[in-house]
């Protein structure tokens, strides 16, 4: 049986939508894939296996399988019910809790940043079709980590990131080559308050309407340049551009080595 889950929404037609297989112990690779590629989502999860509250989970977009994904896990979570759950994913064991109003918090594997080559930037920044002179220094270029690579690109016009218009098989190639899952692009809107977007073609998708793992990494981020407090609430808008609002929840603990993620996820019926 496969579920359909907005995720980041309490609206369907809002948020991202992701496939749930809460029973894939009798599917292979090749059948999960199809059954994502079929769905059409960004992601679909599918749970293998089950030992008490661990659970084996993997995602499938429709081109490939991603080692981690924020916004499935949400889905996947709401509709395990509420409850503390362990995710064991590709990257490591991700917990999850439900609590009694249905908002999910995931805690991301261990965050790392790492530097954006000159030359990897000038040709994201060729593929984006967007100026230099447009970045904000304030946000510097990285890669970041919390589960899959998410290189940040930040501006200093809303505007900008509305008027997106990539350069697909360029983009794709970059990504592909670099390992890359998504691009982070920002705009800060307030102190703990941003707007952002995620290009995803190798997924086989323009973009995604709200990326909980891109948001992780977009976090660890932020605590690694000493953007925001150790002890932090971050608001993320994403998704308003597609006509599909996402709103995602991100909370640095100090001590923490990953990141939290909060959300809602609602059925699609």
Request: charged share 20%.
């Amino acid at each position: 049986m496969i579920d359909r889950y907005a995720a980041f929404t309490e609206d369907p037609a809002g948020g991202n939508p992701a496939g749930v297989v809460l029973d894939a112990s009798a599917l292979d690779d090749s059948r999960m894939l199809e059954i994502a590629a079929e769905l059409g989502y960004s992601e679909t999860a599918f749970i293998t296996e089950q030992a008490g509250d661990r659970y084996r989970v993997r995602y499938f977009s429709p081109l490939t399988e991603i080692p981690f994904c924020g916004h499935a896990t949400v889905a996947t979570a709401v509709a395990l019910g509420p409850g503390d759950h362990v995710f064991v994913t590709n990257v490591g064991d991700v917990p999850v809790t439900v609590d009694t109003t249905g908002v999910a918090t995931l805690t991301s594997v261990a965050t790392r940043v790492a530097p954006l080559a000159d030359a990897d930037l000038a040709a994201l920044l060729g593929t984006l079709r967007w100026p230099a002179a447009d970045l904000d220094p304030a946000l510097p270029p990285r890669v970041a980590y919390a589960g899959a690579h998410h290189p940040i690109i930040a501006v200093t016009s809303r505007a900008r990131l509305a008027g997106l218009d990539y350069d697909v098989p360029a983009m794709t190639a970059l990504m592909t080559e670099r390992g890359w899952t998504t691009i982070q692009l920002v705009f800060r809107a307030g102190e703990t308050s941003f707007d952002v977007r995620d290009p995803f073609p190798i997924g086989g998708v323009y973009e995604d309407p709200a990326t909980g793992a891109a948001a992780a990494a977009f976090g660890g981020y932020l605590r690694e340049l000493g953007l925001v407090g150790d002890d932090a609430t971050l608001d993320l808008r994403q998704g308003d551009d597609l006509g599909r609002p996402s709103r995602i929840t991100v909370r640095l603990v100090p001590g923490e080595p990953g990141v939290r993620v909060s959300g809602t996820a609602v059925p699609i019926v």
